[in-house]
């Protein structure tokens, strides 16, 4: 079966299953994108869903199936950049999190790699949906402002760590800055960004700009 076929039935399947329970909560599906969305406080919640063919002649699955939770802000992002200090695309903060659904409930990603069409179907009924309506859901609707973040960030939250620690306290600090919390956003580019040369050279713009 070609993967743009098995990428309709998933489709068809996400929205069956999912669609109703979803909305109700304040997501809007993105078919084509495979993707639920909504808007929650500070953030823009995704829910996205990646289909992977199977490469190896060994796996006997129709492919992988992986969940991601992303949140964006154009504000945090934008602040983020500014204390940066980038002068290109490439180096732009585009989203805030962007991490597998399983860090969100544990320490580690799930990928599931259903057989064929009938096992994805009962996959996503019997494990995707408790998964996300029973878990993710409620964690999303508990983290739409900014101070909820960040004290995940505090607590050390695996999610919150998805990218390099560098990375990761360049967004706190952008949200402490939004906050007008200036003790703490020196406080974390102390920690993370003076005790090693490489991000004390990389990351210089944002300790001037959190001086200036």
Sequence with gaps: ??????????????????????????????????????????????????????KYQDDKSIG????????????????????????????????????????????????????????????????????IVDKIIPFLDNRGKIQKVLKDFEANEKYFFWTSNGEVALRAIAMYSILNDAESAKKVANKYFLEEDAYRERYKNVLNNLDA
């Design 64 to 131: 992988h199936l992986n969940i991601m939770i992303r949140f964006d802000s154009n504000e945090i992002n934008s602040v983020a950049t500014k204390l940066k200090g980038s002068n290109n695309k490439f180096d732009n903060v585009d989203t805030v999190v962007n991490v597998d659904a399983g860090l969100i409930v544990g320490s580690n990603a799930i990928s599931w790699r259903p057989l064929s069409i009938e096992e994805m179907n009962k996959i996503i009924e019997t494990e995707i949906k408790p998964l």
């Design 1 to 54: 079966m070609e993967t743009k076929e098995i990428k309709g039935f998933l489709q068809n399947d996400l929205e069956y299953f999912l669609l109703d329970s979803l909305v109700t909560s304040g997501f809007k599906w993105k078919k084509g994108a495979l993707k639920f969305q909504r808007k929650k406080g500070a953030f823009e919640q995704s829910i996205l869903f990646f289909f992977t063919p199977s």
